[in-house]
């Protein structure tokens, strides 16, 4: 295992114009802030603490809100509107733990009948879009902390909108075991494991499927029950209380 | 008609999700009885007479499942055998145990099995398209008489059994009970290049298999030959292939084995706790990407000096001391094939094996048995008990050692008897337990110890593997057991964010949860050392406006530009910790050991052959057949290419199927090629190239290219 330099060791220089050189300098370019989002519609966006172009982590559509724009950038997944005002919080853990943070843009913008970000909200949804979150060193255009995740809505006010995380796995809410021994087919219709290709939904029931070799379901066809120990259904057997007050 | 429920499924219940090696009921999905019968089809469904035939159907879990190594009815092992006694062995194709195929030999205490199909839960074939063997329309449908609606269950595990109960037995409908080979998982190398879809009990591949499932690529077709489909690159990108694949061999290094069925309908998380747990595994996020770690001895990848320390934000306290339970208890169920008995003697004459025990043992006729540890492992195998005396000497058929031999030493165990349910305690942490529970001082005598437990789940595991894990979570948690007591500490500090070590290394870059840094004596003297991640709070932006009472104006954050890390005393003694000797009760036969291989990145043969010779006689009963192997070749798993000496070893007809394992060479020798019968279990860390289901016939061959 190695050790720890000795206090009287030469100190290594880092290269001039490599990250830990520019990181460690003690002046410099301050790094900047940058959020790629997208939508699950596709639109995507990019703000950050200062107006900046580099290549995005997140690339989509551009969004219909961006054709009012009296300057749209040439291209849009590059630039980055300078409307993120807080990344904070971010908590990040060794256990199983949900890493979490905070991110803020500004709501100030628009014009008399609208704020942008009130507007984008009510076109459509925020929640479960994609983010990447960098801290990023113009000089080396390299990121030294790069965070991924979801958003979702804590707050949306007349002057900021606040976005909360989650997990971009986020194993916590996701079923181990999200199948189950059921008379009703446990595909969604057309995706793989089905693969029907009639483009004519089914009812998940065996008598609606159109590919019965792939019905992922089990039927209980022939029962008996009376007299085979199966469990009947509980009949209520409290007497009810008919003069209770509502 | 008959007066009973044919179909019989449990609804409403999660498909489990298996790996590993599991023990299996299942959701019996369909049953019926059939009285004797000398009928012609339709019904039964095949020319012949039959007797009275117990039909069913049980579902697993989730597919692709790899097999069965054994199947149980009423407490006896029910497999397979030719009337001379060699091993008839599920098709490797199909899964099936021909029909055909005489039980004389399986228990003809309980009754008879005359049916074995297995179907691994790959997706059926699409409507119009012909049926693959793996998941078609199992034939025993035949005998529900078209009164039920047949399935091919797709995607789930499940198996057909056709089973006669004993003559003159009343036992009732069967209750099977599988030791199964559960989850193939992709395996991949460290540049995300798939290079294997097999079963294996290597945790790392059944937790990327996890997130793959559930998460990445929930929706994905398993082709019966092809596999699940391939990743695209931006699932693939999801993983950092090259943290896992280390992850992978670090796991096979350490020889531990992963088992463990999802059953409940928990969540992911809990799901990849509980696997992780069996090999000191953690799981990181780094950009986006899932990095896996196995716990491990590793170097410090930065150095904190006081000038990166924010003043007086550097707090240490002992916190783990009160948060922690003292008495670590862990619960598995024994993988490896527990001891009834010590052999004192055994020996061979003719095909006769005789054994003599230290002690009573609980042998019968007919049983199966497992001998292993012998002084001449030639007498490892398995055997089938024809007699015991009234004083307790066995006299069984089986096993390959030579006529005219003998050995002793070793134990016996029963298949039927692994699975079996341990717990057991880590030695008592006193010096936590004085620390948690001292009333009077010291000087009044006697000790006040106070005991908290926690117990732990290992699912499928071994002593060996669950102590030493046990032993690592405690010494993690409250140190060494030792005076005077030094419990690992917790360290937080508050470091300016781009700091920048001496040799060069960037904090951003390397303040991960898991990595371990330095402390150098300027920060604190005292506290100077190795210290593990465990939490990180970065800073980020500089304005915070939320903090001005209202107003808009950015000011900078009073936390901007600084990260906060929470650190973890580091001591890797808790990687050299020992399992306690296990008591007698513990004892089990060795090499019973249930061990997939390494799990795809260790070994990979790249070339060569084996040849199977039979000798010309005797015209029946066994015969012996050499075992030869030339030019084989493999790639380790540091990339080395590795040429193995030319050899051969005999093997006798009734001990098929054999394996064909790689060692590494490094530990065996040069000459890593060996051959292990029906019934013997490769050692951890070794690979099988070859399994051959049956031997060739008398004074015949075959090759296999590998």
């Given at each position: 295992m190695n050790l720890p330099p000795a206090p009287n060791a030469p100190k290594a220089t880092p290269a001039a114009g490599s990250l830990a050189g520019i990181v460690g300098a003690a002046s410099g370019q301050a790094p900047v802030f940058l959020l790629d989002v997208v939508r699950t519609n596709g639109d995507s966006f990019h703000w950050a603490d200062a107006p900046f172009t580099t290549t995005p982590v997140h690339t989509g559509n551009t969004p219909a809100w961006a054709a009012g724009l009296l300057n749209p950038p040439p291209i849009w997944d590059n630039y980055y509107f300078p409307w993120l005002m807080n990344a904070d919080g971010f908590h990040l853990y060794r256990t199983m733990q949900a890493d979490s943070a905070t991110l803020v843009v500004q709501n100030v913008t628009g014009n008399s009948l609208q704020r942008d970000v009130a507007g984008l909200l009510r076109g459509a949804t925020f929640e479960g879009a994609l983010f990447a979150f960098r801290i990023f060193q113009p000089e080396s255009q390299e990121a030294t902390f790069e965070y991924h995740g979801r958003l979702t809505l804590v707050s949306a006010g007349e002057m900021q909108c606040q976005f909360g995380t989650v997990p971009l796995f986020d194993e916590g809410n996701v079923d181990a075991n999200p199948y189950e021994y059921s008379e009703m087919c446990q595909w969604t219709y057309a995706h793989p494991g089905c693969d029907d290709a009639t483009n004519n939904p089914c009812q998940n029931t065996y008598s609606t499927c159109r590919q019965t070799n792939r019905f992922r379901g089990v039927l209980?066809?022939?029962?008996?029950?009376?007299?085979?120990g199966d469990t009947l259904a509980q009949i209520q057997t409290a007497v009810p209380n008919r003069a209770r007050m509502f | 008609m008959p007066a009973q429920n044919l179909t019989t499924a449990n609804v409403g219940i999660p498909i489990p999700l298996a790996y590993g090696f599991n023990r299996i009921t299942g959701n019996q999905l369909g049953f019926i009885t059939n009285p004797p019968s000398t009928s012609t089809p339709p019904y039964p469904p095949m020319a012949g007479s039959f007797p009275l035939m117990q039909v069913g159907f049980w579902a697993g879990g989730e597919g692709e499942w790899d097999g069965p190594d054994s199947v149980f009815i009423f407490n006896s092992r029910m497999l397979a055998y030719s009337s001379n006694g060699t091993y008839i062995p599920p098709d490797p194709t199909t899964g099936t145990i021909p029909p055909d195929g005489s039980s004389d030999y399986t228990s003809p205490l309980v009754g008879t099995l005359n049916f074995f199909h297995f179907h691994p839960g790959v997706d059926a074939a699409l409507n119009g398209h012909p049926d693959n063997a793996k998941q078609g329309l199992d034939s025993l449908w035949g005998w529900f008489k078209g009164l039920v609606t047949s399935l091919r269950y797709t995607r789930t595990a499940y198996w057909g059994i056709g089973w006669t109960p004993q003559i003159g037995s009343s036992p009732g409908a069967m209750t099977p009970v599988l030791d199964m080979r559960c989850m193939r998982c992709r395996i991949y190398d460290a540049s995300g290049n798939q290079i294997g879809y097999q079963f294996t009990t290597n945790t790392i591949w059944h937790v990327v298999d996890m997130y793959l499932r559930?998460?990445?690529?929930?929706e994905y077709h398993i082709d019966a030959t092809l596999g699940p489909d391939p990743l695209t690159d931006a699932e693939r990108n999801c993983f950092r292939w090259d943290l896992i694949a280390a992850a992978a061999d670090a796991f096979d290094a350490l020889g531990f084995s992963g088992s463990y069925a999802f059953t409940a309908g928990g969540n992911v998380s809990a799901a990849v706790e509980q696997m992780l747990l069996v090999c000191r595994g953690y799981r990181q996020f780094p950009a986006g990407q899932l990095a896996l770690y196995v716990d491990g001895p590793r170097d410090p990848v930065f150095t904190v000096a006081g000038a990166m320390l924010l003043p007086n934000s550097f707090q240490a306290d002992e916190s783990l001391v009160h948060q922690n339970p003292n008495r670590y208890i862990a619960n598995w169920l024994e993988t490896n094939l527990p001891a009834v008995c010590e052999i004192a003697t055994i020996s061979r004459s003719g095909s006769t094996t005789t054994i003599t025990t230290t002690g009573p043992n609980p042998c019968a006729e007919h049983d199966f048995i497992v001998v292993g540890g012998v002084e001449d492992d030639r007498f490892d195998s398995g055997y089938w008990v024809q007699s015991v005396d009234d004083s307790g000497v066995i006299t069984a058929i089986g096993g390959s050692a030579p006529d005219s031999t003998s050995s002793a030493g070793g134990f016996i165990g029963y298949l039927e008897a692994r699975f079996s349910k341990r717990a057991a305690e880590a030695p008592p942490h006193q010096q936590h337990q004085m620390a948690m529970g001292q009333v009077l001082p010291p000087s009044a005598g006697g000790s006040r110890l106070k005991r908290v437990k926690v117990t732990y789940d290992y699912a499928n595991s071994t002593w060996q593997q669950a102590m030493l894990v046990l032993l690592y979570e405690r010494y993690r948690d409250i140190?060494?057991?030792?005076?005077?007591y030094q419990p690992p500490q917790k360290v937080q500090l508050t470091l300016w964010s781009e700091s920048v070590d001496t040799p060069g290394n960037i904090l951003w870059k390397r303040a991960i949860c898991g990595n371990v840094i330095t402390l150098d004596e300027t920060v604190f003297h005292e506290f100077a050392g190795l210290w593990e991640i465990v939490e990180v709070e970065p800073h980020g932006l500089q304005v915070d406006p939320l903090l001005q009472g209202g107003g808009e104006i950015p000011q900078p954050s009073a936390n901007a530009g600084t990260i906060i890390l929470t650190l973890q005393q580091w001591n890797a003694a808790r990687f050299s910790v020992t399992a306690p000797v296990a008591t007698a009760s513990f004892q089990v036969v060795p090499g019973s050991f249930l061990f997939s291989g390494a799990g795809g990145t260790s070994w990979a043969v790249t070339g060569g052959t084996v040849t199977l010779t039979s000798a010309s006689g005797p015209p029946s009963g066994t015969y012996e057949i050499t075992v030869t192997w030339s030019g084989i070749t493999g790639t380790a798993p540091a990339g080395g290419l590795l040429d193995y000496d030319d050899g051969g070893v005999a093997v006798y007809s009734n001990q098929f199927p054999i394996q064909v394992v790689i060692y590494d060479p490094t530990s065996e020798g040069g000459n890593c090629v060996s051959v292990y019968p029906s019934g013997s279990t490769p050692p951890g860390g070794s690979s099988v190239i070859l399994t051959v289901a049956s031997p060739p016939a008398l004074a015949a061959s075959a090759s296999y290219t590998v």
């Open positions: 209980n066809t022939f029962q008996v029950n009376v007299g085979n | 559930r998460i990445v690529k929930p140190g060494a057991d030792v005076a005077p």
